[in-house]
C-alpha cells in the first residue's frame, strides 16, 4: 500500500509510493481540497494539465448534497466528476466541529454524543446523525481510495480533560470505522483495496498524542493523519508527531498549506499535505511564484507585459500577462479565478 523508496541526506525528507486502485501517489504529495466534488473554476481537464496527482472531497459535503447513494448511483465519485485519479475523502470531523462553534439564534448547530454527531444543516435546517459506520458507509458509496476515520476534532490549546475525551472518543470511534471497512472489504473485488487512515488527536500535550496513535496502531490503519485545529503554537507537536508515527507508514498533514509550510512539513518528513490556501488564494488574487508572492490587483501590473512566473510552464503563465490578469481582476471576471488557481496549483506541484 505504502513504501518509501528513498531519505534525504541532508533532512528527513523521505521519497514514496502510494498504491491506489487509481493509480500511484508519488510522495511528498500536496493535494488540493475539492470539497463538494470539484476545484472551484476548474474542471477535471484544468486539473490534470497542472500535475496533480490526487483530490480530497469530503464525506460531511457530499452526504447533504447531492448525497452518497445518489453519486454511487452515477457510477462513483471519480465518474461523476470525470476524474480516473486517485481520491482521499475525509470524514467530515472537523466540519462537525466547526458547526458545533457556530450558532444559530444562540442554538449550538451541532452536537457531539458517544454515538456519534448530531447536526443541522445550516442551509436548509435538515438534522443529520453521523456514525463511525455511517461515515465509512458514505466514503465506500463515493468510491473513495482513501477514507478517513470519523474523529473528535477540537482545538489545540483545549484544556487537559477536553483533550481526553478527544482522544477517548477518537479511538472508539476509529475501532467502529475499522470493524464497518472489514464488514464492507469482504466484497471488494478489486485487486487494490481502499485503504482505512486514522486520526491523532491530542492536542499540544505530547503524552496524549502518543497514547492516541498508541491506541491506534493497535487498531491497524494505512496512515495517519495529524488531527485537531492548527494554531502558531502547533509547530512543536507537527514536528513530535512526524518523528512519532513509524516510518512504515503514510504521515498526514491535515488542512496546512502554504508553501512554505508544505516545504517545511515534507522537510519534516510528512508524505501528504492538503490545504484550500492555493485555489483560496488565487481567487483572493494572490499568486505564488518562484520569484516571490504577488497581488495581481496591484496598480503596478497595470502595464506589465510579462508573465506571473518567468519559469512556470502553466497555461497561465505561457499565454497571458500580469496587465491582462489584473484587468481581468478589476473587472470581477471569473476566467481570472480559473486561470490564477491554475497556476497556483501548478506551482505547488513544483516545490516538493
Given at each position: 500500500?505504502f513504501?518509501?523508496?528513498e531519505?534525504?541526506?541532508s533532512?528527513?525528507?523521505?521519497?514514496?509510493?502510494?498504491k491506489t486502485?487509481?493509480?500511484d501517489?508519488?510522495?511528498?504529495?500536496?493535494?488540493?481540497?475539492?470539497?463538494?466534488?470539484?476545484?472551484?473554476?476548474?474542471?477535471?481537464t484544468?486539473?490534470?494539465?497542472?500535475?496533480?496527482?490526487?483530490?480530497?472531497?469530503?464525506?460531511?459535503?457530499?452526504?447533504?448534497?447531492?448525497?452518497s447513494?445518489?453519486i454511487?448511483?452515477?457510477?462513483?465519485?471519480?465518474?461523476?466528476?470525470?476524474?480516473?485519479m486517485?481520491?482521499?475523502?475525509?470524514?467530515?470531523?472537523?466540519?462537525?466541529?466547526?458547526?458545533?462553534?457556530?450558532?444559530?439564534?444562540?442554538?449550538?448547530?451541532?452536537?457531539?454524543?458517544?454515538?456519534?454527531?448530531?447536526?443541522?444543516?445550516?442551509?436548509?435546517?435538515?438534522?443529520?446523525?453521523?456514525?463511525?459506520?455511517?461515515?465509512?458507509?458514505?466514503?465506500?458509496?463515493?468510491?473513495?481510495?482513501?477514507?478517513?476515520?470519523?474523529?473528535?476534532?477540537?482545538?489545540?490549546e483545549?484544556?487537559?480533560?477536553?483533550?481526553?475525551?478527544?482522544?477517548?472518543?477518537?479511538?472508539?470511534?476509529?475501532?467502529?470505522?475499522?470493524l464497518?471497512?472489514?464488514?464492507?472489504?469482504?466484497?471488494?473485488?478489486?485487486?487494490?483495496?481502499?485503504?482505512?487512515?486514522?486520526?491523532v488527536?491530542?492536542?499540544?500535550?505530547?503524552d496524549?498524542?502518543?497514547?492516541?496513535?498508541?491506541?491506534?496502531?493497535?487498531i491497524?490503519?494505512?496512515?495517519?493523519g495529524?488531527?485537531?485545529?492548527i494554531?502558531?503554537?502547533?509547530?512543536?507537536?507537527?514536528e513530535?508527531?512526524a518523528?512519532?508515527?513509524?516510518?512504515?507508514?503514510?504521515?498526514?498533514m491535515m488542512?496546512?498549506?502554504?508553501?512554505?509550510?508544505?516545504?517545511?512539513?515534507?522537510?519534516?518528513?510528512?508524505?501528504?499535505?492538503?490545504c484550500?490556501?492555493?485555489?483560496r488564494n488565487?481567487?483572493?488574487?494572490?499568486?505564488?511564484?518562484?520569484?516571490?508572492e504577488?497581488?495581481?490587483?496591484?496598480?503596478e501590473?497595470?502595464?506589465?507585459?510579462?508573465?506571473?512566473?518567468?519559469?512556470?510552464?502553466?497555461i497561465?503563465?505561457?499565454?497571458?500577462?500580469?496587465?491582462?490578469?489584473r484587468?481581468?481582476?478589476?473587472?470581477?471576471?471569473?476566467?481570472?479565478?480559473?486561470?490564477?488557481?491554475?497556476?497556483?496549483?501548478?506551482?505547488?506541484?513544483?516545490?516538493?
Amino acid at each position: 500500500m505504502f513504501e518509501v523508496k528513498e531519505y534525504s541526506n541532508s533532512s528527513k525528507l523521505r521519497k514514496g509510493v502510494i498504491k491506489t486502485a487509481h493509480g500511484d501517489i508519488k510522495t511528498p504529495c500536496f493535494a488540493p481540497d475539492a470539497t463538494r466534488g470539484a476545484i472551484e473554476y476548474m474542471d477535471s481537464t484544468d486539473m490534470k494539465s497542472v500535475g496533480l496527482q490526487m483530490t480530497l472531497t469530503n464525506t460531511y459535503h457530499l452526504m447533504t448534497n447531492p448525497g452518497s447513494e445518489y453519486i454511487q448511483s452515477q457510477g462513483g465519485i471519480h465518474k461523476f466528476a470525470d476524474w480516473d485519479m486517485p481520491v482521499l475523502t475525509d470524514s467530515g470531523g472537523f466540519q462537525a466541529f466547526s458547526l458545533i462553534q457556530r450558532h444559530n439564534d444562540g442554538k449550538p448547530l451541532g452536537k457531539i454524543t458517544d454515538e456519534g454527531v448530531k447536526f443541522t444543516d445550516p442551509k436548509n435546517g435538515n438534522k443529520y446523525f453521523l456514525t463511525p459506520e455511517r461515515a465509512i458507509q458514505i466514503q465506500y458509496e463515493l468510491g473513495s481510495d482513501i477514507m478517513m476515520v470519523l474523529d473528535y476534532c477540537i482545538h489545540d490549546e483545549g484544556d487537559l480533560r477536553k483533550n481526553k475525551k478527544s482522544v477517548d472518543i477518537t479511538v472508539e470511534w476509529a475501532k467502529r470505522c475499522k470493524l464497518e471497512y472489514e464488514r464492507l472489504i469482504l466484497d471488494d473485488k478489486r485487486e487494490i483495496k481502499p485503504q482505512l487512515w486514522g486520526i491523532v488527536q491530542g492536542g499540544n500535550d505530547k503524552d496524549l498524542r502518543k497514547n492516541c496513535y498508541d491506541r491506534l496502531e493497535e487498531i491497524g490503519f494505512d496512515g495517519y493523519g495529524y488531527g485537531g485545529w492548527i494554531t502558531k503554537e502547533s509547530w512543536p507537536m507537527i514536528e513530535y508527531f512526524a518523528e512519532m508515527v513509524d516510518d512504515s507508514k503514510v504521515k498526514y498533514m491535515m488542512g496546512m498549506g502554504t508553501p512554505e509550510d508544505v516545504l517545511k512539513l515534507a522537510n519534516l518528513g510528512y508524505d501528504l499535505m492538503d490545504c484550500v490556501i492555493p485555489t483560496r488564494n488565487a481567487r483572493h488574487g494572490l499568486v505564488y511564484t518562484s520569484l516571490g508572492e504577488i497581488r495581481i490587483k496591484r496598480e503596478e501590473f497595470k502595464n506589465d507585459q510579462t508573465p506571473l512566473d518567468p519559469n512556470c510552464d502553466c497555461i497561465t503563465c505561457k499565454n497571458y500577462t500580469k496587465a491582462y490578469l489584473r484587468y481581468l481582476y478589476s473587472i470581477e471576471h471569473p476566467t481570472v479565478m480559473r486561470l490564477l488557481s491554475i497556476h497556483n496549483l501548478r506551482y505547488y506541484m513544483t516545490i516538493l
